[in-house]
């Protein structure tokens, strides 16, 4: 399953990014016996894909950013962030602005489409759509790592070691120039835990739309994974607070 050039672009637009905390390992790490990240490509993709089918089922957590880059080279973060969970065909995502929760999003795939419930804590107003035309492969988290696990085998790059959040880490570019010359100018970078070969943090940049201003760039980025999440049942539930207003879906 290959993640289109162009949906490198659309993916990033439901993820997040804090770009931060990276170090060099010393030399004598990058040749660490069984450095499996020295092997060929498609090794890099089989031991992803052998972690994620491992950790499917469990689930697992992680924070979501933006960050505007300028002209000058200067940095803002959008103090708009949101919180990830996902477990089998079943997701959701909070949106919090300045700390404080906005929305929540459940989604729910079968096998007629995907089901979203959002509640707005605001306007105290939530909605209910049904996409029939929503496959998995294009909506689960889960299943967009399968499809980064195939991209690396078809065109990553290994950029080098690192540590990431405390974790021992290996960094791989995954540019969509290299998989089509007429492709948008995103640019992919994941770093995976060393140990368990699963994400540590993944980075999205694409050039600004026209119309921003000062931004030339934006990078987007998941992070703070939790890979060991305990997830309880109703976390996939959606829960409407009494007193809510339903809204018809457009």
């Known amino acids: 399953m290959l993640l289109k050039p162009r949906s490198l672009v659309a993916a990033a637009a439901v993820l997040a990014l804090v770009v931060f905390g990276l170090s060099p390992w010393a030399t004598n790490r990058e040749n660490a016996p069984g450095a499996w990240w020295l092997a ?6 089989g031991e992803l894909q052998a972690a994620i089918e491992q950790a499917g089922q469990q689930g697992f957590s992680c924070r979501e ?3 505007h880059l300028t002209g000058s080279g200067s940095r803002s973060t959008s103090s708009t962030t949101g919180k990830l969970f996902a477990a089998g065909n079943r997701y959701r995502r909070d949106t919090y602005d300045h700390g404080r929760l906005r929305e929540s999003q459940w989604y729910v795939q079968s096998d007629d489409g995907l089901t979203m419930t959002s509640v707005r804590y605001n306007d105290k107003t939530y909605t209910v759509t049904h996409d029939p035309k929503a496959r998995q492969k294009h909506v689960d988290p ?3 790592f399968e499809a980064l696990a195939q991209l690396l085998d078809e065109s990553g790059r290994r950029v080098g070691t690192a540590r990431v959040e405390g974790r021992d880490a290996v960094e791989f570019e995954i540019a969509a120039k290299k998989i089509d010359a007429q492709a948008d100018d995103a640019t992919m970078h994941v770093w995976l835990d060393q140990a ?3 994400p540590l943090k993944i980075t999205y940049q694409f050039a600004a739309a026209a119309g921003l201003g000062q931004i030339v760039a934006t990078i987007l980025v998941q992070d703070h994974f939790d890979w060991d999440a305990t997830l309880r049942a109703d976390t996939f539930e959606p829960e409407i607070p009494a007193g809510f207003t339903k809204l018809e879906s457009k």
């Open 40 to 45: 060929p490509p498609s090794a890099w993709a």
């Open 65 to 67: 950013q933006f960050v």
């Open 142 to 144: 889960m299943k967009q």
């Open 196 to 198: 368990t070969k699963l």
